[in-house]
């Protein structure tokens, strides 16, 4: 029992799931208001995936392009998400990430600066003017670096290698988590009065993706079992430029920041191909030529004002993913199944300064020089805008004590995040995460307890694997679950292949029912892989029934068969899938109704 089993046990007023940009800033704020706050991450300290960030963080402070406002923001984030984001989500993130790029700043981060000192700010995909602070190609870095010298100097406790597997509730509201450490797979219980989930996304459902091995779904599943909604969760983004070669690379990201300093697109028959795919009402939005292109890279460069407008290589990231699978399908790719991605014409001390982690990175992984060379990119599955439904101002669930914020929570970016809203979405949404477990913390009358009950539950739900004998290879349960998703649910869909795919899933399932590993919890991936499969394999559902029911193409989702968007019927309706016994119930519910004032911005 689990009075028997021997486990350690902690006590916090709100625990922070997550110590990515959005779990560091929603613990700060938590510690800041003076409640206690433990902040747990499967990872070590540091670590987390915010780091591998690269291009920037998105934020109209105006300084490059003194035209940018945070209602331009507002639109460009409704637009990319094609009207489907949740309005308010949008409209504090363009509002509020000014203030948390100057907050970092006075924190300590040392962002590029313009030739007279301000912050200076990147193009990228999708937004209307220069608006991406950044530092050099390592931007994610420089966040965590100041997020975590913040906290720790905060005083902040931290419990790192340690996976979250369960959460707790009381008649309903949250009460605590069940995790174990990684390294030697002793149980940690957690007492609490407030979650907050900023465990980052679902990439490695897919078999090609840009994500870390962290990527396994658990605060979406976490949530879900929990009783939270899981909305949009078809909505998938593969990013159009990861490496594609060497095969150890693959899926290995390659910034937009390349495309947004100038870089080229172009296939086996040397043509620039974007020019061809720019969707009609975005056409007046992007240079018409390469002459006009190539005024807008050379006024950039020079950091000088020019009425060119942008090269078709920055259109939004689901257009460009698609138009270099078909230039693939259709038999002009390069070598290696992607096509060309070129900035080798610039000057090279300029492209090593600008991007100096692309060019290590081609360097050692491809032996390819970027500065003289052109690289090979291609899709890669990259970010889900899908995940927890919370409310916008406090970031709290359907479940009373159970916030999220981060890639975790779904909404802010509707069917597709522009390039860059994530790094400021974290910082928003995890300071407001933090101030509303804090807010609900000091609301609560009666301080929730854990039923040992339920302990032992998990721990035993923990351990079947370990006990199971002669059962199924996890690792060859997950190649599975990935080539299910990438042939039946990636980036082009169709309905009896998905179908397919859903079908194969729930016998999927079963599998991991029978999954078995070694019998010692020291030093044992394996296992944890057991876990992490349980996690996955709810969003890979959520995926597929969600893509499967949305019976048109919007953003990052792509049928075959219904190649156009439809408004009338789908443009206001969020997928909702939540958990109904030992089923996923699939609803669709409307979108909150945007305000006059806001609604004019789009006429
Ligand atoms: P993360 O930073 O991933 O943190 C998740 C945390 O949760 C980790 O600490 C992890 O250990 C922990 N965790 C997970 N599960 C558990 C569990 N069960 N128990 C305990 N802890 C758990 N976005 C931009 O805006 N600009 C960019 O330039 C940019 N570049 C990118 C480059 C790459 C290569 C990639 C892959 C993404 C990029 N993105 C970018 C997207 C952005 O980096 C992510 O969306 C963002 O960092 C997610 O942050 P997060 O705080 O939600 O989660």
Known sequence: TAAMANYQTHEHDVIVIGAGGAGLRAAIEVS??????????????????TVMAEGGMAAALANVDSSDDWKTHFRDTMRGGKMLNNWRMAQLHAQESPDRVRELEHWGAVFD????????????????????????????????????????????????????????????????????????????????????????????VFTVTSNSWEYTADGHALAYEAGAELIDMEFVQFHPTGMVWPPGGRGILVTEGVRGEGGILTNSEGKRFMFDYLPESTKNDYAATED???????????????????????????????????????????????????????????????????????????????????????????????????????????????????????????ANRLGGNSLSDLVVFGRRAGTGACDYVDALKESPSINEKDIDAAIEELEAPLKREGGLNPYDVHKEM??????????????????????????????????????????????????????????????????????????????????????????????????????????????????????????
């Not at 193009?123 to 991406?132: D, S, T």
């Not at 230039?327 to 991007?355: A, C, M, T, W």
């Not at 057991?530 to 919007?554: P, T, Y």
């Open 32 to 49: 800041s208001r003076g409640l206690s706050v433990g902040l747990i991450c499967k990872s070590l300290l540091g670590k987390a995936h």
């Open 113 to 204: 600066r313009t030739e007279n000192g301000k912050i200076l700010q990147r193009a990228f995909g999708g937004h209307k003017w220069k608006r991406l602070c950044h530092v050099g190609d390592r931007t994610g870095l420089e966040m965590i670096r100041t997020l975590q010298d913040r906290g720790v100097h905060q005083g902040i406790e931290v419990y790192m290698e340690c996976t979250i597997s369960k959460l707790f509730l009381d008649n309903g509201k949250i009460a605590g988590a069940l995790g174990y450490y990684r390294e030697n797979g002793d149980y940690v219980l957690f007492k609490t009065k407030a979650v907050v989930l900023a465990t980052g996304g679902v990439g490695k």
């Open 292 to 414: 006009e292109a190539k005024e807008w890279v050379d006024a950039t460069i020079n950091h000088k004002k020019s009425e060119a407008r942008r090269p078709p290589e920055l259109s939004t990231r689901d257009n460009v993913a698609r138009a270099i699978y078909v230039e693939n399908k259709e038999g002009r790719g390069s070598p290696h199944g992607g096509v060309f991605l070129d900035i080798s014409y610039q000057d090279s001390e300029r492209v090593k300064k600008k991007l100096p982690s692309m060019y290590h990175q081609f360097k050692e992984l491809a032996d390819v020089d970027i500065t003289k060379q052109k690289m090979e990119v291609g899709p890669t599955a990259h970010y889900i805008m899908g995940g927890v439904r919370v409310e916008a101002d406090t970031c709290q669930s359907k479940v009373p004590g159970l916030f999220a914020a981060g890639e975790v929570a779904g909404g802010m970016h509707g």
């Open 482 to 603: 990935n080539q299910i998703m990438s042939t039946h649910v990636g980036i082009f869909r169709e309905k009896d292949e998905m179908a397919e795919g859903i079908k194969k899933l729930e016998e999927l399932k079963e599998k991991i029912s029978r999954v078995s590993v070694a019998s010692d919890k020291r030093f044992n991936p394996g296992w944890h892989l057991c876990r992490d499969l349980k996690n996955m394999i709810i969003a890979a559902e959520a995926i597929a029934r969600s893509a499967h029911s949305r019976e048109e193409s919007r953003g990052a989702h792509s049928r075959l068969d219904f190649p156009d968007a439809d408004d009338k019927k789908w443009g206001k309706l969020n997928s909702a899938c939540s958990k109904d016994g030992d089923k996923m119930k699939l609803e669709h519910t409307e979108l909150p109704e945007m305000p006059a004032d806001l609604k004019e911005l789009f006429d």
